[in-house]
């Protein structure tokens, strides 16, 4: 048996910080509280002045993830490891099967690659298509692994993207199994339309990526999403909530009683489209979307510019909260507020 003795630390739980002895074996906390004794041939670690919490759940990563002809940067193993550098030991990664393919089939590759995981795991699964195999694959999935949340995207079309008829099927499905249905909430039509549009004015940077994400396509297919979810009585999560269109759309169901829940995202704080085309590390859908002036701004400013000269990345907005120095400092109808969350 493992018994591990951390003193004099203050811990940090939900409701309250307060310093205090942990005594934990095999990994389990046995105890809590100020002057214990540690116990014999315990492993003593002097924790004053430092903060004992516990490890962090992050709910929304994509470790090793083959995408539109990529792949992320970090295996399961680097991304899991860096976590436990900064005190993560747990990830929902998500398992994201091709169209046509076996929910199952692709569930197995994922666990594969999940092998040389540092720190713990668990999964989301994708509907990313529909079939009555689906709907058996995703009761084996709840019942037999112990997956109890499935993943839709309403962007990405011709690729991913989930209509109506499978998002009403899934969720239907979701109810039947006590599973959250879970969405990444873009209206995919208008982000295709968009696209392409962008793409003929030639602006092919990272700086292109909000120009074809206006902050109302998140926000319709939010409200979209939701009451597909209310029709059905079915509770869902939306992922990466990135402006205030989408907050307010789960702030008024909450507000009459539906069951939603809104996904903070830590990078959505960091940078805001104003802060793009200056490197690989903002080419990310998971930012901060500029506000309806700002990306009104933008617009027209593409539009007036010279073809050698439309590129919008590259000068700061006043938008703020466009750096690791001014994280707080967000305005412009944004949902942070002096580095608190207001909207969940």
């Not at 529909?130 to 949340?149: A, F, H, I, P, Y």
């Not at 939010?222 to 990135?242: C, E, F, G, M, T």
């Not at 989408?246 to 702030?251: F, K, R, T, V």
Request: with cysteine; proline share 4%.
């Amino acid at each position: 048996m493992s018994t591990l003795f951390i003193r004099g630390g203050t811990v940090v739980n939900a409701d309250r910080a307060f310093r205090a002895d942990v005594i934990t074996q095999d990994g389990t906390i046995t105890a809590v509280g100020e002057n214990l004794s540690a116990p014999a041939g315990a492993t003593v670690v002097d924790a004053g002045g430092q903060y004992v919490m516990p490890g962090g759940i992050d709910p929304h990563t994509h470790m090793q993830l083959p995408f539109m002809g990529t792949v992320t940067m970090d295996d399961f193993f680097t991304g899991t490891a860096a976590g436990l550098a900064g005190g993560n030991t747990t990830i929902i990664d998500f398992v994201i099967p091709n169209p046509q393919q076996s929910l199952m089939e692709a569930y197995h590759t994922w666990r594969g690659w999940a092998e040389k995981s540092a720190s713990d795991y668990t999964f989301h699964v994708a509907i990313t298509w529909w079939s009555e195999q689906v709907r058996q694959e995703m009761g084996t999935l709840v019942q037999e692994e112990g997956v109890n949340s499935f993943k839709h995207f309403m962007a990405y079309k011709n690729a991913i993207m989930c209509d109506d008829e499978t998002l009403v099927n899934s969720f239907k499905r979701s109810l039947e199994l006590g599973a959250m249905p879970t969405v990444h909430a873009e209206n995919g039509e208008l982000v295709y339309l968009l696209q392409q549009t962008v793409a003929d004015m030639g602006i092919t940077g990272p700086e292109g990526h909000p120009l074809s994400r206006p902050p109302m396509v998140e926000g319709e297919a939010a409200n979209r999403a939701i009451a597909i979810a209310d029709v059905l009585n079915v509770p869902i999560y939306v992922v990466h909530v990135s402006c205030i269109e989408a907050a307010e759309a789960i702030a008024r169901a909450r507000a009459r009683g539906q069951r939603v829940y809104g996904e903070v995202l830590r990078r959505r704080g960091r940078t805001s489209g104003c802060d793009l085309g200056r490197g690989r590390e903002h080419r990310t859908a998971h930012t901060l979307r500029v506000c309806r002036h700002h990306f009104g701004q933008h617009s027209q400013a593409v539009q007036h510019l010279p073809a050698k000269r439309q590129r919008v990345g590259r000068r700061r907005c006043r938008l703020g909260g466009v750096g690791p120095r001014r994280q707080q400092d967000l305005v412009c109808q944004n949902p942070i507020q002096q580095g608190r969350f207001q909207y969940l």
